[in-house]
């Protein structure tokens, strides 16, 4: 079955740390760039990060660049989004979703990607 799962989500202090990460199952993923999304409750769901198929290549929205680092691991299928001094604000459920084009740099647009996983929850307290 072709899935994408993210794990890793959970509750956490202001300050804090976690890491979420995303496996493809039956996906093509090695030649794929892959992003990071957040949606939060009320709101519209938000370009978070993106990594381009062989890792080399990466995107960060201004919120989180500087605290969030995204990495992948083509030998396992799995993608990264290794999150730093969190927020309240980053309270948000995360999605992980694949770019169906091959070799292609990242992109920002939800619209560009077409398989997405059911998300995992982050909570950050004050």
């Known amino acids: 079955q072709v899935q994408l799962e993210e794990s890793g989500g959970g509750l956490v202090q202001a300050g804090g740390s976690l890491r979420l990460a995303c496996a493809a199952s039956e996906l093509p993923f090695s030649t794929h760039a892959m992003g990071w999304f957040r949606q939060a409750p009320g709101k519209e769901r938000e370009f978070v990060a993106a990594?381009?198929?062989?890792?080399?290549?990466?995107d960060y929205s201004d919120s989180v660049k500087g605290r969030f680092t995204i990495s992948r691991d083509n030998a396992k299928n799995t993608v990264y989004l290794q999150m730093n001094s969190l927020k309240p604000e980053d309270t948000a459920l995360y999605y992980c979703?694949?770019?169906?084009?091959?070799?292609?740099?990242?992109?920002?647009?939800?619209?560009?990607?077409?398989?997405w996983g059911q998300g995992t929850q982050v909570t950050v307290s004050s």
């Open positions: 990594i381009n198929w062989s890792g080399f290549g990466t």
């Open positions: 979703a694949r770019d169906p084009r091959t070799y292609a740099a990242v992109v920002r647009a939800p619209t560009s990607y077409d398989y």
